[in-house]
């Protein structure tokens, strides 16, 4: 069964760059059927999607966030990664990593990580 | 941009009966690319449906999708105590892929 596990410090300081990892196991991340995403939700409020990543580093942003975006990903360690940087109180959120693909090829977020709430506060 | 409304904010209904959720997008969402989430209290999403009316793996028939162009639904057709949550649509036809602001099910 495939599992994701979002990792980083739950608290940022305004201006600084929020940095997240999702160890990906029970799979691998270098499959050519899927994608992986970054996805949040700020408290109450509705889900925002950050961006995905394919196994060969092809990457897709949200326009409202390019600039201030870099998800990457490790192959050898089977992980992705996030960075957002010059963040504010607005990036308050439940941050959450998962998969774009179901086992059959077909679309949708199959399979997601438990998500971590991270604070921006000084 | 897409913008997904959901209607209603909240439906009242009681366990057994048939709950419809509304999805209407900005603009028609091509290749009927929407999808729609089941989240619980402190959990992460749960998908039920993509491409509009396909239940993903291990999805109960009781949910059902439809709809196409701007209009998209999600139909429970009796409810279990279980299904008592917020319910999300998606659209993934168009960069950026956006949300709804979700229809919480609450139990009348």
């Known amino acids: 069964q495939l599992q994701l596990q979002e990792s980083g410090p739950g608290l940022v300081k305004p201006s600084e760059t929020l940095s997240l990892t999702c160890t990906v196991s029970?799979?691998?991340?270098?499959?050519?059927?899927?994608?992986w995403g970054w996805i949040r939700q700020p408290p109450g409020k509705r889900l925002e999607w950050i961006g995905n990543i394919y196994y060969s580093g092809s990457t897709y942003y949200n326009p409202s966030l390019k600039s201030r975006v870099t998800i990457s990903v490790d192959t050898s360690k089977n992980q992705f990664s996030l960075r957002l940087s010059s963040v504010t109180a607005a990036d308050t959120a439940v941050y959450y990593c998962a998969r774009w693909g179901g086992d059959y090829g077909d679309y949708g977020f199959h399979y997601w990580g438990q998500g971590t709430l991270v604070t921006v506060s000084s | 941009e897409i913008v997904l409304t959901q209607s209603p904010g909240t439906l009242s209904l009681s366990p057994g009966e048939r709950a419809t959720l509304s999805c209407r997008a900005s603009?028609?969402?091509?290749?009927?690319?929407l999808a729609w989430y089941q989240q619980k209290p402190g959990q992460a999403p749960r998908l039920l449906i993509y491409?509009?009316?396909s239940r993903a793996t291990g999805i109960p028939d009781r949910f059902s999708g439809s709809g196409s162009g701007t209009d998209f639904t999600l139909t429970i057709s009796r409810l279990e105590p279980e299904d008592f949550a917020v319910y999300y649509c998606q659209q993934y036809s168009t960069s950026p892929w956006t949300f709804g602001q979700g229809t919480k099910v609450e139990i009348k």
């Open positions: 491409d509009a009316s």
């Open positions: 029970g799979g691998s991340i270098s499959s050519s059927s899927y994608y």
């Open positions: 603009q028609s969402v091509s290749s009927s690319y």
